[in-house]
């Protein structure tokens, strides 16, 4: 039975990101796969987190607007928390949600682009966030490959089940992430035990490489763009497509745009050019025109269709879909 730990003692912080943020564009992202760690409703989330050996319950309010962000922090805990404890906590926070990058150059330079425009103007502020550590960033990126959503979500709440406990706060129930530590304790047949097929020795290597000091996230986020690559591509079962996501969603580099895979390809060739299929040539050289901004516009174009069908059926989309 999965233990439920309740996170009673809070502390409330608040801070204002870098304009322009859209707090709902970044806080949830319609066309990522549904974990039971986190829960958005329009102006609010709340998402579970590990740091430094506790658990934590963040609840994040928003209290401004895209061109004057505030946004109020609620850090739930099963202990009063120090002031060291949070001096630290402060910036990784800062750094998972992205709130210091400036991506109002690339509003204003494209606000009246013929394709970009008209999605600028509704998620003006839009930008890639983390939310996760490195660690559990690449145990969902295992999940996702070659599965369907339906199929992921199952390998990963059963992997929630063994390791870790759910938290309670806020009147919500959410699961948490686990120390690569206590992976890395387990075999490889009891992760094959989970339903995750040849994913376990994946998730076992990676495991050893973090307890093994093999790969430093806070080295990383001051390395290039190149020397990140080359440091994620030691990563076992990770591939360059992967990298790419990772240099984009986790270390923030907006112009990363070299590999789109195939059910990318197929939604961006309607989108863009309004056909069934075109090269992944054809779809690079026209994000070519964003030099600098490139895996940023395709974000926007990207997000906003998936939040699009939040609202409509779309027909031809839900065929490219793998549910």
């Known amino acids: 039975m999965v233990k439920t730990l309740a996170l009673n003692e809070k502390k409330s912080i608040v801070l204002e990101p870098k304009a322009p943020y859209n707090f709902d564009a970044n806080f949830h992202k319609p066309s990522h796969f549904p974990s039971s760690d986190n829960i958005w409703e329009k102006g609010k989330y709340w998402i579970t987190m590990l740091w430094e050996g506790q658990e934590l319950g963040l609840k994040f309010e928003n209290k401004g607007t895209t061109n004057k962000p505030k946004i109020k922090i609620n850090i739930y805990s099963q202990k009063i928390l120090s002031k060291q404890f949070m001096e630290n906590l402060i910036p990784e926070i800062k750094w ?43 145990i969902i990126y295992i999940v996702l490959q070659n599965a369907a959503v339906r199929r992921s979500v199952q ?14 706060y806020d009147n919500k129930v959410l699961s948490a992430f686990w120390e690569p530590e206590k992976m890395a304790k387990s075999s490889e047949q009891e992760l094959r035990d989970l339903k995750v097929g040849y994913r376990a020795k ?21 390395m290039s763009k190149d020397e990140v690559k080359e440091e994620m591509l030691k990563l076992y079962g990770i ?10 969603e986790d270390f923030y580099f907006c112009g990363a ?22 090269s992944t040539k054809k779809i ?17 174009i990207w997000e906003d269709i998936f939040w699009r069908r939040k609202h409509e059926h779309i027909e031809w989309l839900e065929k490219e879909i793998r549910l």
């Open 155 to 168: 390998m990963l709440e059963n992997l929630f089940k063994k390791f870790d406990k759910k938290v309670k």
């Open 239 to 248: 591939g360059p497509a992967s990298v790419e996501y990772l240099l984009f």
């Open 257 to 278: 745009l070299e590999t789109i895979p195939p059910w990318e390809q197929k939604i961006m060739s309607k989108l863009i050019f309004n056909e069934k299929l075109v």
């Open 96 to 138: 998972r949600f992205n709130f210091d990058s400036d991506i109002s150059g690339f509003c204003d330079k494209y606000k009246n682009d013929k394709i970009l425009g008209k999605i600028i103007k509704k998620w003006k502020g839009m930008k890639p966030i983390a939310a996760n550590s490195l660690y559990e960033t690449l």
């Open 284 to 300: 690079l050289d026209f994000f070519k025109k964003f030099k600098g901004w490139e895996k940023l516009a395709f974000h926007y």
């Open 202 to 222: 994946f998730f076992m290597r990676l495991a050893e490489q973090f307890v093994n000091k093999e790969i430093d996230e806070f080295a990383l986020r001051k």
